[in-house]
Protein backbone atom coordinates (compact mmCIF):
# COMPACT_ATOMS: atom_id res chain seq x y z
CA UNK A 1 0.00 0.00 0.00
CA UNK A 2 1.57 3.37 -1.06
CA UNK A 3 2.27 6.45 1.76
CA UNK A 4 1.16 8.66 -1.11
CA UNK A 5 -2.49 8.53 -0.79
CA UNK A 6 -4.65 7.50 1.95
CA UNK A 7 -8.23 7.28 1.23
CA UNK A 8 -11.01 8.36 3.45
CA UNK A 9 -14.92 8.58 4.00
CA UNK A 10 -16.67 11.44 3.24
CA UNK A 11 -20.05 13.06 3.55
CA UNK A 12 -22.63 12.92 0.08
CA UNK A 13 -25.30 14.93 -1.55
CA UNK A 14 -27.67 12.04 -0.38
CA UNK A 15 -26.63 12.10 3.32
CA UNK A 16 -26.82 15.94 3.01
CA UNK A 17 -30.16 15.45 2.08
CA UNK A 18 -30.99 13.20 5.03
CA UNK A 19 -29.44 16.28 7.58
CA UNK A 20 -30.85 19.00 5.94
CA UNK A 21 -34.66 16.79 6.16
CA UNK A 22 -34.84 16.43 9.73
CA UNK A 23 -33.20 19.70 10.43
CA UNK A 24 -36.18 21.33 8.39
CA UNK A 25 -38.55 18.95 10.18
CA UNK A 26 -36.87 20.05 13.52
CA UNK A 27 -36.98 23.55 12.52
CA UNK A 28 -41.24 23.47 11.75
CA UNK A 29 -41.59 21.52 15.12
CA UNK A 30 -40.44 24.58 17.11
CA UNK A 31 -41.45 26.55 14.81
CA UNK A 32 -38.12 28.72 13.95
CA UNK A 33 -36.90 28.62 10.03
CA UNK A 34 -33.53 27.87 9.56
CA UNK A 35 -30.99 28.55 6.92
CA UNK A 36 -29.45 24.66 7.03
CA UNK A 37 -25.63 24.51 5.49
CA UNK A 38 -24.28 20.78 4.99
CA UNK A 39 -20.37 20.74 3.98
CA UNK A 40 -17.87 18.07 3.58
CA UNK A 41 -14.96 16.92 5.83
CA UNK A 42 -12.92 19.42 3.81
CA UNK A 43 -15.09 22.18 4.66
CA UNK A 44 -15.99 22.97 0.83
CA UNK A 45 -20.32 23.29 0.86
CA UNK A 46 -22.11 20.20 -0.22
CA UNK A 47 -25.94 21.20 0.50
CA UNK A 48 -27.73 24.32 1.17
CA UNK A 49 -31.80 25.32 1.75
CA UNK A 50 -32.73 28.23 3.14
CA UNK A 51 -36.49 27.72 4.46
CA UNK A 52 -39.57 30.44 4.09
CA UNK A 53 -39.02 33.32 6.84
CA UNK A 54 -34.93 32.41 7.69
CA UNK A 55 -32.83 35.55 7.99
CA UNK A 56 -31.00 36.95 5.02
CA UNK A 57 -27.53 37.67 7.31
CA UNK A 58 -28.00 33.76 8.62
CA UNK A 59 -26.77 32.72 5.27
CA UNK A 60 -23.59 32.84 5.81
CA UNK A 61 -23.63 32.11 9.47
CA UNK A 62 -24.81 28.81 8.71
CA UNK A 63 -22.29 28.19 6.20
CA UNK A 64 -19.40 29.18 8.28
CA UNK A 65 -20.41 27.10 11.50
CA UNK A 66 -20.70 24.24 9.11
CA UNK A 67 -17.06 25.29 7.96
CA UNK A 68 -16.05 25.59 11.56
CA UNK A 69 -17.51 22.33 12.62
CA UNK A 70 -15.96 20.46 9.95
CA UNK A 71 -12.46 22.26 9.61
CA UNK A 72 -11.67 22.29 13.23
CA UNK A 73 -13.84 18.95 13.83
CA UNK A 74 -15.82 20.07 17.24
CA UNK A 75 -19.28 21.51 17.53
CA UNK A 76 -19.01 26.01 17.75
CA UNK A 77 -20.31 25.59 21.07
CA UNK A 78 -17.07 24.60 22.21
CA UNK A 79 -15.70 28.02 22.50
CA UNK A 80 -17.19 29.56 25.25
CA UNK A 81 -14.76 29.66 27.43
CA UNK A 82 -11.68 29.50 25.41
CA UNK A 83 -12.90 32.58 23.47
CA UNK A 84 -13.60 34.76 26.44
CA UNK A 85 -11.37 38.06 27.14
CA UNK A 86 -7.94 35.79 28.71
CA UNK A 87 -9.03 32.51 27.08
CA UNK A 88 -6.40 30.83 25.31
CA UNK A 89 -8.15 31.08 21.69
CA UNK A 90 -9.50 34.59 22.10
CA UNK A 91 -9.60 35.89 18.72
CA UNK A 92 -9.51 32.69 16.95
CA UNK A 93 -13.01 34.23 15.52
CA UNK A 94 -11.22 36.12 13.04
CA UNK A 95 -8.71 33.61 11.55
CA UNK A 96 -9.48 31.65 8.24
CA UNK A 97 -10.52 35.14 7.12
CA UNK A 98 -13.28 35.79 9.50
CA UNK A 99 -15.17 32.64 8.22
CA UNK A 100 -14.33 30.76 11.96
CA UNK A 101 -17.93 31.45 13.79
CA UNK A 102 -17.70 30.30 17.55
CA UNK A 103 -21.51 30.75 18.05
CA UNK A 104 -23.34 27.40 18.97
CA UNK A 105 -25.55 25.77 15.95
CA UNK A 106 -22.34 24.00 14.04
CA UNK A 107 -21.99 20.54 14.56
CA UNK A 108 -19.96 17.70 12.98
CA UNK A 109 -21.19 14.73 11.63
CA UNK A 110 -19.15 11.67 12.26
CA UNK A 111 -18.76 7.96 10.68
CA UNK A 112 -16.80 5.29 12.94
CA UNK A 113 -14.93 8.32 14.80
CA UNK A 114 -14.33 10.11 11.79
CA UNK A 115 -15.46 13.64 10.71
CA UNK A 116 -17.08 13.18 7.30
CA UNK A 117 -19.00 16.71 7.17
CA UNK A 118 -20.81 18.99 9.15
CA UNK A 119 -23.91 20.78 9.36
CA UNK A 120 -24.66 24.62 10.16
CA UNK A 121 -28.08 26.48 11.25
CA UNK A 122 -28.81 29.68 11.77
CA UNK A 123 -31.79 31.82 12.13
CA UNK A 124 -32.98 31.38 16.14
CA UNK A 125 -31.47 31.40 18.91
CA UNK A 126 -27.80 29.64 18.97
CA UNK A 127 -29.65 26.99 21.35
CA UNK A 128 -32.52 26.66 18.79
CA UNK A 129 -29.90 26.45 16.15
CA UNK A 130 -27.81 23.60 18.09
CA UNK A 131 -31.04 21.84 18.33
CA UNK A 132 -31.99 21.59 15.16
CA UNK A 133 -28.46 21.03 14.07
CA UNK A 134 -28.59 18.23 16.53
CA UNK A 135 -31.33 16.23 15.06
CA UNK A 136 -29.77 16.50 11.07
CA UNK A 137 -26.69 14.70 12.60
CA UNK A 138 -28.60 12.59 14.47
CA UNK A 139 -30.45 11.50 11.30
CA UNK A 140 -27.15 10.99 8.25
CA UNK A 141 -25.46 9.23 11.55
CA UNK A 142 -28.53 6.89 12.03
CA UNK A 143 -28.57 5.89 8.26
CA UNK A 144 -25.02 5.29 8.51
CA UNK A 145 -25.15 2.71 10.98
CA UNK A 146 -28.26 1.23 9.73
CA UNK A 147 -26.83 0.73 6.26
CA UNK A 148 -23.39 -0.84 7.81
CA UNK A 149 -25.54 -3.53 9.58
CA UNK A 150 -26.82 -4.63 6.12
CA UNK B 1 -53.14 52.27 -1.14
CA UNK B 2 -49.71 53.35 -0.02
CA UNK B 3 -47.23 53.85 -2.21
CA UNK B 4 -44.69 53.46 0.62
CA UNK B 5 -44.33 49.68 0.67
CA UNK B 6 -44.89 47.26 -2.94
CA UNK B 7 -45.64 43.37 -3.03
CA UNK B 8 -43.12 41.65 -4.93
CA UNK B 9 -43.01 38.04 -6.06
CA UNK B 10 -40.20 36.36 -4.85
CA UNK B 11 -39.22 32.26 -5.55
CA UNK B 12 -39.02 30.35 -2.40
CA UNK B 13 -38.02 26.90 -1.70
CA UNK B 14 -40.52 25.06 -3.11
CA UNK B 15 -39.30 26.84 -6.29
CA UNK B 16 -35.68 26.19 -5.60
CA UNK B 17 -36.17 22.22 -5.05
CA UNK B 18 -38.27 22.30 -8.18
CA UNK B 19 -35.89 24.12 -10.27
CA UNK B 20 -32.57 22.07 -9.06
CA UNK B 21 -34.57 18.40 -9.08
CA UNK B 22 -34.83 19.24 -13.24
CA UNK B 23 -31.40 20.35 -13.41
CA UNK B 24 -30.18 17.22 -11.94
CA UNK B 25 -31.97 15.40 -14.11
CA UNK B 26 -30.58 17.08 -16.77
CA UNK B 27 -27.36 16.97 -15.32
CA UNK B 28 -27.74 13.13 -15.33
CA UNK B 29 -28.78 12.60 -18.65
CA UNK B 30 -25.59 14.50 -20.15
CA UNK B 31 -23.21 12.56 -17.39
CA UNK B 32 -21.94 15.68 -16.43
CA UNK B 33 -22.60 16.00 -12.52
CA UNK B 34 -23.42 20.02 -11.57
CA UNK B 35 -23.17 22.47 -8.79
CA UNK B 36 -26.66 24.19 -8.68
CA UNK B 37 -27.08 27.53 -6.96
CA UNK B 38 -30.43 28.98 -6.71
CA UNK B 39 -31.03 32.41 -5.48
CA UNK B 40 -33.71 34.98 -5.23
CA UNK B 41 -34.91 37.82 -6.56
CA UNK B 42 -32.59 39.76 -4.06
CA UNK B 43 -29.20 37.69 -5.10
CA UNK B 44 -29.62 35.80 -2.37
CA UNK B 45 -29.00 31.91 -2.17
CA UNK B 46 -32.03 29.67 -1.78
CA UNK B 47 -30.84 26.49 -2.04
CA UNK B 48 -27.93 24.45 -3.22
CA UNK B 49 -26.61 21.15 -4.09
CA UNK B 50 -23.43 19.51 -5.08
CA UNK B 51 -23.63 16.27 -7.24
CA UNK B 52 -21.19 13.33 -6.89
CA UNK B 53 -18.59 14.35 -8.83
CA UNK B 54 -19.08 18.48 -9.80
CA UNK B 55 -15.97 20.54 -9.26
CA UNK B 56 -15.07 21.96 -6.18
CA UNK B 57 -13.98 25.42 -7.40
CA UNK B 58 -17.38 25.39 -9.73
CA UNK B 59 -19.36 25.61 -5.99
CA UNK B 60 -18.39 29.39 -5.99
CA UNK B 61 -18.74 30.13 -9.68
CA UNK B 62 -22.82 28.57 -9.58
CA UNK B 63 -23.33 30.71 -6.69
CA UNK B 64 -22.20 33.30 -8.31
CA UNK B 65 -23.71 32.90 -11.81
CA UNK B 66 -27.08 32.59 -10.09
CA UNK B 67 -26.61 35.94 -8.42
CA UNK B 68 -25.45 37.67 -11.50
CA UNK B 69 -28.37 36.38 -13.07
CA UNK B 70 -30.62 37.48 -10.51
CA UNK B 71 -29.08 40.88 -9.87
CA UNK B 72 -28.55 42.02 -13.18
CA UNK B 73 -31.94 40.20 -14.80
CA UNK B 74 -30.34 38.45 -17.58
CA UNK B 75 -28.31 35.15 -19.07
CA UNK B 76 -24.94 35.11 -18.06
CA UNK B 77 -24.08 34.77 -21.73
CA UNK B 78 -25.29 37.59 -22.92
CA UNK B 79 -22.11 39.66 -22.38
CA UNK B 80 -19.94 37.92 -24.57
CA UNK B 81 -19.32 41.00 -26.76
CA UNK B 82 -19.87 43.78 -24.18
CA UNK B 83 -16.65 42.26 -22.31
CA UNK B 84 -14.63 42.24 -24.84
CA UNK B 85 -11.43 44.99 -24.71
CA UNK B 86 -12.84 47.60 -25.91
CA UNK B 87 -16.81 46.82 -25.10
CA UNK B 88 -18.88 49.10 -23.38
CA UNK B 89 -18.82 46.26 -20.06
CA UNK B 90 -15.32 46.01 -20.18
CA UNK B 91 -14.19 45.10 -16.99
CA UNK B 92 -17.62 44.43 -15.17
CA UNK B 93 -16.46 41.36 -14.20
CA UNK B 94 -14.57 42.96 -11.01
CA UNK B 95 -17.22 44.65 -9.80
CA UNK B 96 -19.47 43.32 -6.89
CA UNK B 97 -16.33 42.79 -5.14
CA UNK B 98 -15.79 40.70 -8.14
CA UNK B 99 -18.50 38.40 -8.19
CA UNK B 100 -19.85 39.33 -11.46
CA UNK B 101 -19.45 36.45 -13.85
CA UNK B 102 -20.24 36.67 -17.57
CA UNK B 103 -19.51 32.92 -18.12
CA UNK B 104 -22.84 31.27 -19.74
CA UNK B 105 -24.68 29.52 -16.77
CA UNK B 106 -26.78 31.50 -14.99
CA UNK B 107 -30.33 32.31 -15.85
CA UNK B 108 -32.87 34.52 -14.27
CA UNK B 109 -36.52 32.25 -13.39
CA UNK B 110 -39.57 34.75 -14.36
CA UNK B 111 -42.87 35.00 -13.40
CA UNK B 112 -45.10 37.14 -15.71
CA UNK B 113 -42.26 39.64 -16.84
CA UNK B 114 -40.42 39.50 -13.58
CA UNK B 115 -37.27 38.08 -11.94
CA UNK B 116 -38.07 35.60 -8.98
CA UNK B 117 -34.97 34.38 -8.98
CA UNK B 118 -31.80 32.89 -10.42
CA UNK B 119 -30.08 29.71 -11.46
CA UNK B 120 -26.61 29.24 -11.80
CA UNK B 121 -24.76 25.97 -12.52
CA UNK B 122 -21.02 25.10 -13.24
CA UNK B 123 -18.64 22.21 -14.11
CA UNK B 124 -18.89 21.56 -17.56
CA UNK B 125 -18.68 23.69 -20.46
CA UNK B 126 -20.14 26.81 -20.68
CA UNK B 127 -22.79 25.03 -22.89
CA UNK B 128 -23.21 22.41 -20.63
CA UNK B 129 -24.09 24.52 -17.76
CA UNK B 130 -26.27 26.44 -19.25
CA UNK B 131 -28.08 23.45 -20.85
CA UNK B 132 -28.81 22.49 -17.33
CA UNK B 133 -29.91 25.78 -16.24
CA UNK B 134 -32.15 26.09 -18.85
CA UNK B 135 -33.87 23.19 -17.62
CA UNK B 136 -34.48 23.99 -14.09
CA UNK B 137 -35.70 27.08 -15.29
CA UNK B 138 -38.14 25.90 -18.01
CA UNK B 139 -39.76 23.38 -14.98
CA UNK B 140 -39.68 26.05 -12.05
CA UNK B 141 -41.61 28.07 -15.11
CA UNK B 142 -43.87 25.95 -15.69
CA UNK B 143 -44.82 25.23 -12.52
CA UNK B 144 -45.92 28.55 -12.16
CA UNK B 145 -48.19 28.86 -15.03
CA UNK B 146 -49.82 25.49 -14.01
CA UNK B 147 -50.72 26.89 -10.77
CA UNK B 148 -51.99 30.02 -12.63
CA UNK B 149 -54.34 28.33 -14.66
CA UNK B 150 -55.87 26.79 -11.58
CA UNK C 1 -23.40 -0.18 1.79
CA UNK C 2 -24.16 3.35 2.81
CA UNK C 3 -24.83 6.41 0.35
CA UNK C 4 -24.53 8.27 3.00
CA UNK C 5 -20.91 8.83 2.89
CA UNK C 6 -18.44 7.78 -0.17
CA UNK C 7 -14.74 6.69 -0.12
CA UNK C 8 -11.88 8.46 -1.65
CA UNK C 9 -8.34 8.81 -2.20
CA UNK C 10 -6.35 11.48 -1.32
CA UNK C 11 -3.00 12.73 -1.45
CA UNK C 12 -1.02 12.48 1.53
CA UNK C 13 2.33 14.46 3.21
CA UNK C 14 4.58 11.44 2.50
CA UNK C 15 3.06 12.10 -1.45
CA UNK C 16 3.67 15.97 -0.83
CA UNK C 17 7.47 15.68 -0.10
CA UNK C 18 8.13 13.10 -3.35
CA UNK C 19 6.47 15.73 -5.81
CA UNK C 20 8.61 18.49 -3.84
CA UNK C 21 11.76 16.81 -4.48
CA UNK C 22 11.09 15.60 -7.87
CA UNK C 23 10.19 19.74 -8.76
CA UNK C 24 13.10 20.93 -6.72
CA UNK C 25 16.06 18.50 -8.26
CA UNK C 26 14.38 19.61 -12.05
CA UNK C 27 14.31 23.73 -10.98
CA UNK C 28 18.23 23.00 -10.06
CA UNK C 29 18.81 21.36 -13.07
CA UNK C 30 17.12 24.10 -15.18
CA UNK C 31 18.74 27.10 -12.75
CA UNK C 32 15.22 28.27 -11.89
CA UNK C 33 14.23 28.24 -8.21
CA UNK C 34 10.60 27.51 -7.53
CA UNK C 35 8.01 28.38 -5.18
CA UNK C 36 6.21 24.85 -5.03
CA UNK C 37 2.94 24.34 -3.84
CA UNK C 38 0.98 21.36 -3.07
CA UNK C 39 -2.50 20.89 -2.31
CA UNK C 40 -4.94 17.99 -1.76
CA UNK C 41 -8.12 16.84 -3.97
CA UNK C 42 -10.00 19.33 -1.78
CA UNK C 43 -7.69 22.16 -2.73
CA UNK C 44 -6.30 22.31 0.80
CA UNK C 45 -2.37 22.83 1.51
CA UNK C 46 -0.54 20.18 2.46
CA UNK C 47 3.02 21.69 2.01
CA UNK C 48 4.74 24.62 0.72
CA UNK C 49 8.68 24.97 -0.19
CA UNK C 50 10.08 28.15 -1.17
CA UNK C 51 13.51 27.47 -3.00
CA UNK C 52 16.36 30.54 -2.17
CA UNK C 53 15.81 33.07 -5.00
CA UNK C 54 12.22 32.37 -6.02
CA UNK C 55 9.68 34.96 -6.16
CA UNK C 56 7.85 36.54 -3.38
CA UNK C 57 4.77 37.11 -5.39
CA UNK C 58 4.90 33.99 -7.07
CA UNK C 59 4.39 32.08 -3.60
CA UNK C 60 0.77 33.09 -4.00
CA UNK C 61 0.71 32.52 -7.37
CA UNK C 62 1.95 29.10 -6.71
CA UNK C 63 -0.32 28.26 -4.07
CA UNK C 64 -3.32 29.23 -6.39
CA UNK C 65 -2.03 27.53 -9.30
CA UNK C 66 -2.43 24.42 -7.60
CA UNK C 67 -5.90 25.37 -5.82
CA UNK C 68 -7.13 25.95 -9.80
CA UNK C 69 -5.60 22.64 -10.75
CA UNK C 70 -7.19 20.42 -8.15
CA UNK C 71 -10.34 22.19 -7.71
CA UNK C 72 -11.31 22.28 -11.68
CA UNK C 73 -9.34 19.01 -12.41
CA UNK C 74 -7.03 20.01 -15.16
CA UNK C 75 -3.47 21.61 -15.69
CA UNK C 76 -3.74 25.28 -15.39
CA UNK C 77 -2.58 25.30 -19.35
CA UNK C 78 -5.61 24.44 -20.45
CA UNK C 79 -7.58 27.81 -20.51
CA UNK C 80 -5.19 29.70 -22.84
CA UNK C 81 -8.16 29.88 -25.95
CA UNK C 82 -11.28 29.53 -23.13
CA UNK C 83 -10.24 32.45 -21.64
CA UNK C 84 -9.66 34.86 -24.50
CA UNK C 85 -11.56 38.13 -25.42
CA UNK C 86 -14.62 35.94 -26.76
CA UNK C 87 -13.63 32.86 -25.28
CA UNK C 88 -16.72 30.62 -23.44
CA UNK C 89 -14.56 31.32 -20.19
CA UNK C 90 -13.63 34.82 -20.35
CA UNK C 91 -13.44 36.22 -17.06
CA UNK C 92 -13.25 33.23 -15.26
CA UNK C 93 -10.04 34.31 -13.28
CA UNK C 94 -12.10 36.10 -11.34
CA UNK C 95 -13.83 33.63 -9.47
CA UNK C 96 -13.18 31.66 -6.03
CA UNK C 97 -12.07 35.42 -4.93
CA UNK C 98 -9.47 35.72 -7.32
CA UNK C 99 -8.11 32.32 -6.39
CA UNK C 100 -8.53 31.10 -10.07
CA UNK C 101 -5.51 30.79 -12.32
CA UNK C 102 -4.71 30.20 -15.70
CA UNK C 103 -1.25 30.71 -16.24
CA UNK C 104 0.84 27.11 -16.86
CA UNK C 105 2.35 25.59 -13.80
CA UNK C 106 -0.46 23.88 -12.01
CA UNK C 107 -0.71 20.12 -12.77
CA UNK C 108 -2.93 17.93 -11.26
CA UNK C 109 -1.63 14.59 -9.36
CA UNK C 110 -3.83 11.43 -10.56
CA UNK C 111 -4.23 7.86 -9.19
CA UNK C 112 -6.31 5.28 -11.24
CA UNK C 113 -8.22 8.62 -13.21
CA UNK C 114 -8.88 10.04 -9.94
CA UNK C 115 -7.72 13.77 -8.78
CA UNK C 116 -5.44 12.95 -5.53
CA UNK C 117 -4.26 16.48 -5.20
CA UNK C 118 -2.16 19.01 -7.35
CA UNK C 119 1.01 20.90 -7.74
CA UNK C 120 1.84 24.33 -8.06
CA UNK C 121 5.55 26.05 -9.25
CA UNK C 122 5.66 29.50 -9.83
CA UNK C 123 8.85 32.06 -10.41
CA UNK C 124 10.22 30.89 -14.11
CA UNK C 125 8.41 31.35 -17.18
CA UNK C 126 4.90 29.95 -17.36
CA UNK C 127 6.66 26.77 -19.45
CA UNK C 128 9.71 26.45 -17.41
CA UNK C 129 7.09 26.60 -14.54
CA UNK C 130 4.91 24.35 -15.82
CA UNK C 131 8.26 21.72 -16.22
CA UNK C 132 8.95 21.65 -12.81
CA UNK C 133 5.35 20.86 -11.90
CA UNK C 134 5.68 17.81 -14.53
CA UNK C 135 8.67 15.81 -12.87
CA UNK C 136 6.65 16.82 -9.50
CA UNK C 137 3.51 14.61 -11.14
CA UNK C 138 5.44 12.41 -12.72
CA UNK C 139 7.43 11.34 -9.46
CA UNK C 140 4.66 10.86 -6.91
CA UNK C 141 2.89 9.13 -9.70
CA UNK C 142 5.27 6.81 -10.18
CA UNK C 143 5.96 6.47 -6.48
CA UNK C 144 1.54 4.88 -6.53
CA UNK C 145 2.16 2.66 -9.21
CA UNK C 146 5.28 1.20 -7.65
CA UNK C 147 3.01 0.40 -4.51
CA UNK C 148 0.65 -1.05 -6.44
CA UNK C 149 2.48 -3.47 -7.92
CA UNK C 150 4.33 -4.29 -4.45
CA UNK D 1 30.47 51.44 2.72
CA UNK D 2 27.15 53.28 1.76
CA UNK D 3 24.03 53.47 3.66
CA UNK D 4 21.69 53.28 1.09
CA UNK D 5 21.84 49.26 1.67
CA UNK D 6 22.20 47.36 4.50
CA UNK D 7 22.55 43.22 4.85
CA UNK D 8 19.77 41.38 7.14
CA UNK D 9 20.12 37.41 8.49
CA UNK D 10 17.47 35.72 7.08
CA UNK D 11 16.30 32.36 7.25
CA UNK D 12 16.47 29.66 4.43
CA UNK D 13 14.64 26.94 2.96
CA UNK D 14 17.23 24.45 5.02
CA UNK D 15 16.50 26.53 8.40
CA UNK D 16 13.14 25.79 7.74
CA UNK D 17 13.56 22.61 7.15
CA UNK D 18 15.33 22.05 10.05
CA UNK D 19 12.23 23.52 12.18
CA UNK D 20 9.68 21.68 10.78
CA UNK D 21 11.83 18.33 11.32
CA UNK D 22 11.91 19.05 14.70
CA UNK D 23 8.45 20.41 15.05
CA UNK D 24 7.01 17.22 13.63
CA UNK D 25 9.14 14.82 15.79
CA UNK D 26 7.64 17.08 19.29
CA UNK D 27 4.21 16.47 17.55
CA UNK D 28 4.83 13.05 17.01
CA UNK D 29 5.96 12.40 20.70
CA UNK D 30 2.67 14.05 22.07
CA UNK D 31 0.53 12.43 19.49
CA UNK D 32 -0.93 15.62 18.27
CA UNK D 33 -0.39 16.01 14.71
CA UNK D 34 0.27 19.85 13.08
CA UNK D 35 0.36 22.04 10.50
CA UNK D 36 3.39 23.78 10.78
CA UNK D 37 4.51 27.31 8.93
CA UNK D 38 7.80 28.58 8.65
CA UNK D 39 8.06 32.60 7.43
CA UNK D 40 11.23 34.81 6.97
CA UNK D 41 11.98 37.71 8.26
CA UNK D 42 9.61 39.59 5.94
CA UNK D 43 6.56 37.34 7.24
CA UNK D 44 6.81 35.83 3.41
CA UNK D 45 6.37 31.97 3.51
CA UNK D 46 9.22 30.03 3.67
CA UNK D 47 7.63 26.21 3.77
CA UNK D 48 4.59 24.87 5.14
CA UNK D 49 4.03 20.92 6.36
CA UNK D 50 0.24 19.74 7.13
CA UNK D 51 0.93 16.42 8.65
CA UNK D 52 -1.64 13.30 8.74
CA UNK D 53 -4.64 14.31 10.92
CA UNK D 54 -4.10 17.88 11.44
CA UNK D 55 -7.10 20.24 11.04
CA UNK D 56 -8.28 21.56 7.76
CA UNK D 57 -9.16 25.50 9.32
CA UNK D 58 -5.80 25.58 11.62
CA UNK D 59 -3.72 25.28 8.05
CA UNK D 60 -4.67 29.23 7.85
CA UNK D 61 -4.14 29.45 11.47
CA UNK D 62 -0.66 28.41 11.74
CA UNK D 63 0.43 30.53 9.02
CA UNK D 64 -0.75 33.89 10.49
CA UNK D 65 0.86 32.90 13.79
CA UNK D 66 4.33 32.87 12.03
CA UNK D 67 3.43 36.07 10.46
CA UNK D 68 2.18 37.95 13.10
CA UNK D 69 5.56 36.23 15.07
CA UNK D 70 7.55 37.17 12.24
CA UNK D 71 6.41 40.89 12.12
CA UNK D 72 5.81 42.18 15.33
CA UNK D 73 9.33 40.46 16.48
CA UNK D 74 7.01 38.54 19.24
CA UNK D 75 5.68 34.81 20.73
CA UNK D 76 2.01 35.11 19.56
CA UNK D 77 1.57 34.22 23.54
CA UNK D 78 2.47 37.72 24.65
CA UNK D 79 -1.02 39.58 23.71
CA UNK D 80 -3.10 37.94 26.64
CA UNK D 81 -3.72 40.84 28.84
CA UNK D 82 -2.65 43.49 26.24
CA UNK D 83 -5.83 42.25 24.36
CA UNK D 84 -8.62 42.02 26.88
CA UNK D 85 -10.90 44.15 26.77
CA UNK D 86 -9.44 47.62 28.06
CA UNK D 87 -6.37 46.25 27.29
CA UNK D 88 -4.04 48.46 25.18
CA UNK D 89 -3.56 46.38 22.11
CA UNK D 90 -7.27 45.46 22.42
CA UNK D 91 -8.45 44.94 18.57
CA UNK D 92 -5.25 44.18 16.92
CA UNK D 93 -6.11 40.61 16.23
CA UNK D 94 -8.38 42.71 13.34
CA UNK D 95 -5.68 44.30 11.71
CA UNK D 96 -3.06 43.57 9.25
CA UNK D 97 -6.28 42.22 7.06
CA UNK D 98 -7.61 40.10 10.12
CA UNK D 99 -3.79 38.50 9.74
CA UNK D 100 -2.43 39.66 13.29
CA UNK D 101 -3.54 36.11 15.36
CA UNK D 102 -2.92 36.51 19.29
CA UNK D 103 -3.10 33.17 20.40
CA UNK D 104 0.07 31.10 21.21
CA UNK D 105 2.02 29.00 19.04
CA UNK D 106 3.61 31.31 16.91
CA UNK D 107 6.95 31.95 17.95
CA UNK D 108 10.09 34.38 16.34
CA UNK D 109 13.33 32.63 15.09
CA UNK D 110 16.50 34.86 16.49
CA UNK D 111 20.13 34.35 15.27
CA UNK D 112 22.41 37.08 17.64
CA UNK D 113 19.26 38.75 18.95
CA UNK D 114 17.95 39.13 15.23
CA UNK D 115 15.05 38.20 14.32
CA UNK D 116 15.12 35.77 11.06
CA UNK D 117 11.82 34.07 10.68
CA UNK D 118 9.03 32.69 12.39
CA UNK D 119 7.39 29.10 13.23
CA UNK D 120 3.84 28.98 13.66
CA UNK D 121 2.00 25.34 14.54
CA UNK D 122 -2.01 24.83 14.74
CA UNK D 123 -4.15 22.22 15.89
CA UNK D 124 -3.73 21.23 18.93
CA UNK D 125 -4.72 23.25 22.33
CA UNK D 126 -1.99 26.72 22.23
CA UNK D 127 -0.32 25.02 24.80
CA UNK D 128 0.58 22.09 22.61
CA UNK D 129 1.05 24.17 19.27
CA UNK D 130 3.22 26.13 21.50
CA UNK D 131 5.57 23.25 23.06
CA UNK D 132 5.91 21.93 19.12
CA UNK D 133 6.79 25.54 18.05
CA UNK D 134 9.22 25.95 20.76
CA UNK D 135 11.26 22.85 19.87
CA UNK D 136 11.20 23.86 15.92
CA UNK D 137 12.82 27.28 17.05
CA UNK D 138 15.52 25.62 19.53
CA UNK D 139 16.76 23.03 16.65
CA UNK D 140 17.35 25.99 13.85
CA UNK D 141 18.50 28.34 16.57
CA UNK D 142 21.03 25.26 17.93
CA UNK D 143 21.92 25.09 14.67
CA UNK D 144 23.30 28.08 13.52
CA UNK D 145 24.93 28.40 16.89
CA UNK D 146 26.88 25.20 16.01
CA UNK D 147 27.28 26.52 12.71
CA UNK D 148 29.29 29.84 14.22
CA UNK D 149 31.68 27.52 16.18
CA UNK D 150 33.01 25.92 13.40
Known amino acids: MSTSTKTVPILTLDGARTAIAAAEARSKE ?4 MNI ?5 YTHLVAFHRMEGAKITSIN ?5 AFTAAGHRAPTSVYKEMVWPGGPAFSIWNSNGGRFLTIA ?3 PIMQD ?7 GCSTGTP ?8 KGVEAVEKSL ?6
Request: with cysteine; net charge negative; aromatic share 0%.
Open 30 to 33: IGVP
Open 37 to 41: AIVDA
Open 61 to 65: IAIDK
Open 105 to 107: GGI
Open 113 to 119: GVVVGAI
Open 127 to 134: AQDEDCAT
Open 145 to 150: KVKAKL
